[in-house]
């Protein structure tokens, strides 16, 4: 069924080159403490927990991974509604500053399937794809 519906415009964070200077020189530190020092700078950018989610699942810690990518998710729609978005259309991948929230929304839903909400891993990888389906293909 085609939607006959305009698609609202799509949703371009601004960026924030302070926070991703300091998120590259975290990822050249390559440590926990080095994202965390990031995240508690700029606890609004959604890349620095996203970093953070990311290294939590790698190191088998999906509650801590779930936390971490919780709140930059609900960093990221704090800043996507300030930013114009009203809760549905098109974050795109390609544009950078978009990335941090989307990377959150995959790492909430690999936490949430690995603590068994399955209903909530659903949600997200949904979510992601309708937000962008580059999205989606480009973290799975």
């Known amino acids: 069924m085609q939607n006959l519906l305009p698609e609202p415009p ?6 924030d080159a302070e926070a991703d200077t300091a998120l590259a020189e975290a990822a050249k530190a390559g440590t926990d403490d ?6 508690a700078r700029f606890p609004a950018f959604s890349g620095a927990w996203a970093a953070l989610a990311e290294s939590a699942l790698a190191e088998k810690q999906p509650v801590t991974a779930y936390a971490y990518a919780r709140t930059g998710y609900h960093r990221g729609l704090d800043a996507l ?3 114009g978005w009203k809760g549905h259309g098109p974050v795109p991948w390609s544009h950078t500053p978009n990335q941090g929230f989307l990377r959150c929304l995959h790492a ?6 690995e603590i068994g909400e399955s209903d909530e891993a659903a949600r997200c990888a949904q ?3 309708d937000s962008d389906p580059a999205a989606a293909d480009a973290l799975t």
């Open 81 to 83: 509604r300030r930013n």
């Open 127 to 129: 979510f992601l794809r």
């Open 108 to 113: 909430l839903s690999l936490a949430a399937a």
């Open 10 to 15: 799509a949703t371009r964070l601004p960026a």
């Open 34 to 39: 080095a994202f965390k020092t990031v995240a």
